[in-house]
């Protein structure tokens, strides 16, 4: 089995660059095959794992360094190809790809891990299939997601974040998580919410003054936040949460319980589950996958149960 890395030397502005040259000088020693590339703008990672599978009809191993946008990226370029197994080092700074798929969330610790499974089992059966979500934005993008798809204010929140120059500044001085919450205040006395339209495996319901709906595989969402704590990884189902009828500032409040998955006794916060979910919104609101910006219109979602591929141990989610 061909090993590869995927770095992106951009994610938590540089750090995982600096993750990769300690990988790097680990699997040299010892004597471990593989190849390595280096992203070079958003939206490569997808592009170089799709010429790494058009050129080998082996079973290969993926991993992932950087964080939760480096493993979307990748997962796009993966599906629906059945020969790539994935794993990941997380060096980004949300990695909530870690917490919800259970792997190390300490880059070393991950590097241990997969070099333990690599010696384990040279062709590598010591994986694990997991669902991912697929999504098509109306007369736009479509694609995978591998956390969580959401419609509403955290998505607004992303988008601002992501475009905010500011942001590298904080980042440099660890304060990544900081210009997050700064950001996510100021939203939240513009953010205007809006009626909704959800189909749920075919049933309709409406939903008013609603200020998000996230679709989620995991249970993790916006760097440890347990948004979903109900989700399974390979359950066939994605969970969905409607937050609606909430005050400003209960929100506020309703993001300090999320930490540990006290929302769920909340008034307005609704959860389902299902296979189809579409989303309509009465004014455009921005969406996100994985925390990456996707455009403003309806949306469908379905599961793609079992299409994912990845490195663990086999007892993980038992
Ligand atoms: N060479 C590059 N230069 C700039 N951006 C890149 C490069 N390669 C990939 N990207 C983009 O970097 C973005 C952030 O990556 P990722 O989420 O892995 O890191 P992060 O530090 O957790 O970032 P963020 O906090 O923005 O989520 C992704 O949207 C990806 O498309």
Same mark, same amino acid.
């Given at each position: 089995?061909?090993? +590869? ?18 990988? =790097? ?15 070079? #703008?958003? *939206? ?25 946008? /480096? ?16 794993? &990941? ?6 990695? @909530? +790809?870690?917490? *919800?798929?259970? /792997? ?49 204010? @955290? ?31 100021? =939203? ?12 749920? @495996?075919?049933? =309709? ?14 249970? &993790? ?6 948004? /979903? ?72 979602? #379905?599961?793609? =149960? ?9 007892? /993980?989610?038992?």
């Amino acid at each position: 089995m061909k090993l +590869f890395f995927i770095v992106n030397p951009a994610a938590k502005n540089g750090y995982s660059l600096r993750i990769w040259k300690k990988i =790097e000088k680990r699997i040299i020693n010892e004597a471990i095959e593989y190849e390595v590339y280096f992203t070079k #703008h958003a *939206g490569d990672g997808s592009r170089q794992v799709r010429n790494i599978l058009q050129n080998t009809k082996e079973k290969v191993l993926i991993i992932a360094v950087g964080g939760d946008g /480096t493993i979307h990226e990748i997962i796009n370029g993966v599906y629906p190809n059945k020969n790539a197994i994935i794993s &990941y080092i997380p060096a980004g700074s949300g990695n @909530d +790809f870690a917490r *919800g798929y259970r /792997t190390p969330r300490n880059p070393k610790q991950a590097l241990e891990h997969n070099l333990r499974l690599l010696a384990k089992n040279k062709t590598i059966t010591e994986f694990y299939k997991v669902d991912c979500g697929l999504f098509q934005v109306e007369d736009s993008t479509q694609g995978c997601f591998i956390n969580n798809l959401g419609v509403g204010f @955290d998505a607004a929140v992303a988008k601002v974040v992501n475009e905010s120059k500011v942001k590298r500044l904080f980042n440099k001085f660890g304060l990544g998580k900081l210009i997050y919450i700064l950001i996510l205040i100021k =939203e939240l006395f513009n953010y205007q919410t809006s009626r909704i339209k959800l189909h749920i @495996d075919g049933e =309709e319901k409406i939903f008013e003054n609603v200020w998000l709906v996230t679709i989620s595989n995991q249970p &993790y969402f916006g760097g440890g936040l347990k948004i /979903t704590p109900d989700a399974v990884v390979n359950d066939g189902r994605l969970d969905v949460i409607i937050v609606n009828n909430i005050s400003r500032w209960k929100i506020l409040f309703l993001f300090i319980t999320v930490l540990w998955g006290g929302h769920k006794k909340i008034k307005g916060v609704n959860f389902a589950k299902g296979r189809k979910i579409n989303i309509e919104s009465e004014k455009q609101i921005p969406i996100h996958a994985d925390g990456e910006y996707k455009g403003v219109d309806k949306v469908s979602v #379905h599961v793609a =149960e079992k299409a994912i591929a990845i490195l663990n141990d086999l007892k /993980t989610y038992e």
